[in-house]
């Protein structure tokens, strides 16, 4: 170990663990965290992230990656750290104080906004925050550099590698394909019945039991993990031996909380599947969000509502629920987690219809960032799409163009990551079935195992030493493209609702 | 303002919310941190700390305060703040790096020594980490600086502006005079009947419920603040407005939880009742460990063993545990809260024997600093005091001289602090009375907010604009004594026991 790497060494240790106290303060607030502390909250955080900022700006770390950004006797993981911490100063140098100052204060005036107007339907109050946060990120976008297209910039903050020129046509072919899956649904004669959801009752301390259960079963560790409530289900990590999901529980709606724990949990098993060596690292954690997403749609998606995950865990309900539960089949369950219906919410879409919802906000960012739509126009943009897409129109905008936070934090650029992560799931999945023979029979046994095991050493392990798309074509053999998640569905739905391909 | 002080409050801001970062990692340990990620919090916990000293012993907040330290211009609050930091920073400046280190290495290995020679029972094994200890302390102490007596430095780091000097003879008084009461009430024929607590069904779930409900009737804001479980207790606050208190539950020991309740509620109510205007400067936080434990001891002792507390909350009782208790009166209660008991243990003694307990460590623990006493002659020390002052012996050292992880610590000098908090505990309790002549009158009725209101009013507020000893003097008009403690137990206790002062 030359001494140049031990020094850089111990700057990303302290940098590391700035940011998990970052994580852990967040996670505090959404969870635990008396009311009345918010404001007092802001101001730690605030204090840790611009200590935070200081050290990633040190001119001595930017002499010590320049030094070792050539250095050929590095391991491939203290490489993958020099590379991405890089990647991670830069963002953060090249930006003047005002300008982060300037977003931050817009950020917290446009969620405000963006509440008030989403509670009163009109976007015309929100419009103006778009604009100037618009105005903000292209500013950012030419700061950080980029070829002649500011969205990239911004998407390369979320998915490092990735191009508006390979998703315009990969968004399109999927969205081309996508359309007549969606018809053919919409007029298919077999649909099934969800009606025992209704009849049942849902106990919220059952469904914390049943979670949990779940999250056993999927060999999330408990010992260096947990489940908490909150408003809204999120995961976080400091690191491998500290990973924090949660979960809301709805008395009306139990698989909600079913599919947030396979969601969050696949999530989490990606956090705890780092390897432990990377600790304190840049070569730890995620190399983007479609690949973190990628785990947490397999897990929810492709095992969650699957026929064979139910024949293993239908029995499990009727222990966690009771009686009125004797009757309903595994494919009775299979069924009603598996209803496609075009609907106005993203959150609650179903598989098939999801990634539309996608597409609409990439199309529509894209042209915002490029200054083909004014900021004015979006919800009439929005409508339009929403019925040619979807084939149906919000009655307003508070179920429509207003209904994400997204936007109104500046995030332009992130909705792409949760179609890729869907795209990626396939992919992952396709190459556990080939390496597994036995990996359906196994789940349909309630055993995980195999397959948490088989993305530890494929996937998670990884961490960011190999970027997300390298890493995705190395293990599976598949390049990115739209084929494999269509494949998927066809031929799940197709027995479902009686439909073939044309 | 003057623009020196400005650029102070801005130095208090970081340092303030550094601190209290390190406060929440600690809560977060303790309470729902998962089993694996204790090492890794040790790293976290240590980065801030590091982050935390380097900004303490900058040499611009040096300058700043030597240039603030005699200006007359300066509010009250403001003055306090200089003082307690230029205090604060004083005491991290003056050890050098490696005796910090050393302390903290020594801390940790002794810690898991003391553990280890608490379950063998043999103080021989843990002697050589005291004598260590003891010499990391001298030198410590030596470093602070003091004018022949190294305990003062350490005492003053729990205890500012208390001497060797005044402790030595109040707590020889204090002895003198507890050891004819415990003899008179040892001697006593009436006695106590705690029958009924074995005899009851005591629901962790419903102790749960009734500490919730005793910390709300003595008005702790629940939107500011939160209680857990824990493996042993605890309170801390990051600032006003997040004050969080721990508690545990044994089926067979209800009291336990209830006055538990009580004591971190006391500690709670101080936390919560700083002027909020002091936050994030050195003037806001208590003025020293015995003025917070005074007010964990007053609910506990004084209010939470008193007989008109048990007259409302006795009732409530019944509500919450059932019918069993229909026939158990008020005074049952509270003679089964008040047996006293000479016995080994420290945490388990009633208000009677409890100061013998701290008498005992202060007088061992001075002779170990001033060099009179040898570490290896602890053990001897200890039962022979236990024998004279208690009349008990312990039958190993397991529940005799290893009993508290204190001195694993290498924290000489705290012990004294309890006792301190006993006797500022009844001169808050008599000023009150003074003040509100229907106060016992209101807490037999179940309101206990009359109570809390004055001591927001006379100790809360205060912070640490004016130290401890001062602000009883001028609140209470008492001067440091043991009298007012003395007298208080005889009047509480007399009755009970059926005893009288000779």
Redesign the interface.
Known sequence: MSKQWNELAERM??LK??S??IG??SW?QET??????G???A??TA??QT?LHERLSHPRLGELLESLAGDASLTAAQKASVRNLTFERNRATKLPVGLVRELAETQSRSVEAWRSARASKKFSEFAPFVSKLIQIRQQQADLWGHAGERYDALLQGYEPGMSTARLEPLFANLRQKLVPLVKAIAHAEKRPDAGFVKKNAWGTDKQWKFTMHLLESMGF??????Q?RSAHPFSSG??V???RLTNRFDEADPFSSFFSALHEGGHGLYEQGFDPAL??TYATGAPSMGLHESQSRLWENLVGRSLPFWRAFSPKLREHFGRELEGVSAEQVHGAVNVVQPSLIRVEADEVTYNLHILLRFELELALIRGDLAPKDLPGAWNERMKSYLGVVPPHDGVGVLQDIHWSWGEFGYFPTYTLGNLYSVCWMEAAEKSLPKLWTEIERGNLIPLRDWLRDNVHRNGYIEPAEPLVQRVTGAQLSEEPFLRYLWKKFGPIYGVHAA
């Open positions: 240790a302290e663990d700035l998990s106290v852990l303060l505090d635990v965290m008396p009311a009345k502390a404001s007092s909250r101001e730690q204090t840790i200590i560790d408990l010992e260096a993990g947990r908490d400091a690191n031996w500290d990973v600790h304190r």
